[in-house]
């Protein structure tokens, strides 16, 4: 069974920085391009980062340069480095695999998210 963990998330103030991470489980992490969606109120879920077997990563344009994505293939965990976080960075931050070459989830299965909110 398909299962996504999310962590690490929480209340910061504009500028900061929090880590996330994603503990997956029910297929084969290594062989599957690895992603982070976020989904802000009344808004739809959104691709923001994702990256590779090979570790080439693609990032939303608003969070270029200040998030980075990162995998560890030994304990099925993707990682999203957030920094100088901005209000418009609030959302509920889930994790999933992506299908094939496209930015389509791979799973229906969605974990609980992590919830990010930036407030001063």
């Known amino acids: 069974q398909v299962q996504f963990v999310e962590s690490g998330g929480g209340l910061v103030r504009p500028g900061e920085s929090l880590k996330l991470s994603c503990v997956a489980s029910g297929f084969p992490f290594n062989l599957y391009t690895m992603a982070w969606f976020r989904q802000a109120p009344g808004k739809e879920r959104l691709l923001v980062a994702d990256i590779m077997t090979g570790g080439l990563t693609q990032y939303l344009d608003s969070v270029k340069g200040r998030f980075t994505i990162s995998r560890d293939d030994a304990r099925n965990t993707v990682f999203l480095q957030m920094s100088n976080l901005r209000p418009a960075d609030t959302a509920v931050y889930y994790c999933?695999?992506?299908?094939?070459?496209?930015?389509?989830?791979?799973?229906?299965?969605w974990g609980q998210g992590t919830q990010v909110t930036i407030s001063s």
């Open positions: 999933n695999a992506l299908f094939g070459a496209t930015s389509d989830p791979a799973f229906d299965q």
